[in-house]
């Protein structure tokens, strides 16, 4: 959706609203597609004495895996955005991270919100807080029940050891 920012200017205390859906279903992040239901995008965009201001919440309901079993995970997120939109940045401003740059007279709000959404999913997501996850031997879910491998590894440099008290038995 675009938003005409020389119109905002003309209306001093004007507040132009926004609800709308997205499908982001072909949007890949972490190798996965974790959009498959539309994402919503609420907000506004105002000007209050010259200084434009975007702000908007992002809800959407993503579908990923455990990061320690592989089980299917589901959770709604939200994603709060506040952004003081500027035609320049000075010197001292290039740090800020409340400062989106727009460079024409109207903005697409696509290309804001989708990266911010984007920058804040979270890199792993368990099923649950206790996940043991999988048997790096054998790959049986360790939630289910041990899988019988034994999981004591002896150090290669002293197996020759390990044979020398196996035969002293």
Do not use: W
């Amino acid at each position: 959706m675009q938003i005409r920012l020389q119109e905002l200017a003309t209306k001093p205390g004007y507040r132009a609203q926004f609800d709308y859906t997205i499908d982001l279903s072909q949007e890949e992040v972490g190798f996965e597609f974790p959009f498959q239901q539309p994402v919503r995008l609420e907000g506004e965009v105002s000007d209050d004495a010259g200084a434009i201001t975007l702000s908007a919440t992002i809800y959407a309901h993503v579908t990923t895996r455990c990061a320690r079993c592989g089980k299917p995970v589901e959770y709604d997120k939200e994603t709060d955005v506040e952004f003081l939109l500027v035609k320049e940045l000075e010197n001292d401003d290039e740090d800020r991270d409340d400062l989106y740059l727009v460079e024409s007279d109207a903005v697409e709000l696509d290309d804001i919100l989708i990266p911010e959404l984007i920058l804040d999913m979270e890199m792993s997501v368990l099923c649950d807080e206790d996940c043991k996850g999988l048997c790096p031997k054998c790959g049986q879910d360790l939630n289910q029940g041990q899988c019988g491998c034994v999981t004591k590894e002896i150090d290669p440099r002293l197996a020759v050891l390990q044979k020398f008290l196996n035969s002293k038995k």
